[in-house]
Each structure stands twice: as structure tokens, then as C-alpha cells.
């Protein structure tokens, strides 16, 4: 079975569950269902480590400088989600793509979805055709840890830097 089908059979069986309404609401419980994607950006001049986590059932949890918030995607989130999955063959572009040599201070991203593994650096000096199948599911991804991050306690984010490219 290929990369594009099992994501779509993956996300097919959490379709019944995914109609939520309003922003990010707390969720109850510390154990998520199956996980659907993770993403992990770690690095930049102050170093960071930020993850994140979203389930098959819609729950999120970001957990960044130490702390951790938990939330239910709101409905728009999860529906671009959905469709940046079925639309990104992480199972094909799954590998690294590093900066070019003597890049700084850059934050490494990484998404897995299943068992396969997309690692960037700097989305804009990735091949073209990669970076266009990618690009969806790491803006939406990035968009949700933004909204996440809002969510954190100011003690979370006191060393907030975020030097993102692409």
C-alpha cells in the first residue's frame, strides 16, 4: 500500500470524529489516541526545542521551553490538516534536506507522519518540487504551533525566538 493511501485510510478512519467547534478548547486526559503527525524545531541562536503532536482524534499537544499545553484543533485547522495530508507523499519525500554548507543559526523541522521522516532546515533551498508538495503541511503545521504557543503561560515563552525560513 503506498505512502498517499495509508495517509488517506488514516485520515478516513478519524474523519467521524473531527467535527469541532470554536478556537482551541483545553482537552481533558494526558494520553492522546494514535498520533497522526509530530513535528520537532529545534535550533536557532538561543536554541529552541519545540514539539509538537496531533492525534488521529484531533487533540494537539505542543510542548516548548519545558512546558506543555494540550488542545482540540478547531475545525478549520483540522480540516487544511486533513488536506495537506493527503496532498504531501511524505512517504516518497522522506529524508533530509539540510542547509546549504555555512548556514547559521538555522532551526531544523521535522514532520513524521506514520514511520516516515521529513527533516528541512531552510524550506526555500530545498528542490523546487519538494518544497511545493511540503510546503502546505509545514504552514499548516507551523500555523497550529503558533496558535498553540499563544495559549502557553508568559513564563513558557519568556525566551521566545523564532527565525523560521521559507
Partial sequence: MGGRTIVATTIALALPISAYSGVNQPVTGSTHSRTLVTYTAEGGLFFRHTSLIVSLSGRSTLTSNGCAVRFRLDAAFWKRLKT???????????????????????????????????????????????????????????????????????SCLSHRVITRKG
Avoid: F, W
Fill in 84 to 154: 495537506a495530508l493527503r496532498q504531501t507523499n511524505v512517504h516518497a519525500l522522506a529524508g533530509d534536506y539540510p542547509s546549504p554548507p555555512g548556514a547559521a543559526d538555522e532551526i531544523t523541522e521535522k514532520i513524521t507522519v506514520g514511520h516516515d521522516t521529513v527533516r528541512i532546515t531552510d524550506l526555500a533551498s530545498i528542490p523546487e518540487k519538494v518544497r511545493q508538495e511540503l510546503e502546505p503541511l509545514v504552514t499548516i503545521v507551523r500555523e497550529i504551533v503558533t496558535v498553540d504557543e499563544r495559549r502557553m503561560p508568559r
